[in-house]
């Protein structure tokens, strides 16, 4: 079964900051991973996802993530932190056998002015 | 692109009484849905598959009585939460893909309904 981590549930980083954020998989086979963000009271809007075609993935509102399988990791990151960047990102993988998503626990972005 | 719109955004009900929300793709058409529960500061739980012109398959400790999912179109799924209690309350996200997508093909998410039980 696939599944994803993410370590720290919360990062504070100040504005202009380097932004890392942790997702490791557990999957046997090549896994379909997505990274999402939510604000308050909303729903789940798509950042970036891994497509096999390239290690590195370039997302929305200057994040990127890179594929690394030997560490098993998805690590989403942005090299100026924005004070708009604050909210909710959630890694997540998709199940081979359907369409369910499976998401990581979360980590909460805090933007320091 | 492929949109999925959750209504309504929010809603306050009554203890003992049904409250309905409804997911609908609006780009796309959908044999599969998925409902999530989501707690304060936590991530998201899935509830149950909604399968277009079957029964929903439900995740492993939720009430199938308890959270009534219908599926009657491949554009509409209902979760119609039964006697709903304070316990109930909570944020509730439905999603889909396009079923004609690839396997990273993105899930499209609802806004979310805001249940709060008093």
């Known amino acids: 079964a696939q599944s994803v981590t993410q370590l720290g549930s919360h990062v504070s980083v100040s504005e202009g900051a380097l932004v890392l954020l942790r997702c490791n998989y557990s999957s046997s086979v090549p896994p379909y991973l997505f990274w999402y963000v939510q604000y308050p009271n909303q729903g789940l809007q798509l950042l970036l996802k891994?497509?096999?075609?390239?290690?590195l993935v370039k997302g929305i509102n200057g994040f990127e993530a890179e594929f690394k399988k030997s560490e098993t990791s998805f690590h989403l990151t942005k090299p100026s932190a924005h004070m708009s960047d604050a909210a909710e990102y959630f890694c997540a993988v998709r199940s081979n056998t359907g369409n369910q998503f499976y998401f990581g626990t979360g980590t909460s972005l805090t933007v320091i002015p | 692109g492929a949109v999925v719109s959750q209504h309504p955004s929010r809603v306050i009900c009554k203890s003992g009484t049904s409250v309905k929300i409804e997911c609908r793709s609006l780009d796309f058409q959908a044999t599969t849905m998925f409902w999530y529960r989501q707690f304060p500061k936590q991530s998201l739980m899935l509830m149950a598959t909604?399968?277009?012109?079957?029964?929903?398959?439900?995740e492993q400790g939720v009430e199938k009585d308890k959270f009534l999912i219908n599926h009657a179109s491949l554009t509409l799924s209902t979760l119609t939460v039964t006697s709903a209690h304070p316990e109930d309350s909570s944020f509730y996200i439905c999603?889909?893909?396009?079923?004609?997508?690839?396997?990273?093909?993105?899930?499209?998410f609802g806004q979310g309904t805001r249940l709060t039980v008093v």
């Open positions: 909604s399968n277009e012109g079957s029964k929903a398959t439900y």
């Open positions: 999603s889909a893909s396009d079923p004609r997508g690839t396997g990273d093909t993105e899930a499209f």
């Open positions: 891994y497509t096999s075609a390239a290690t």
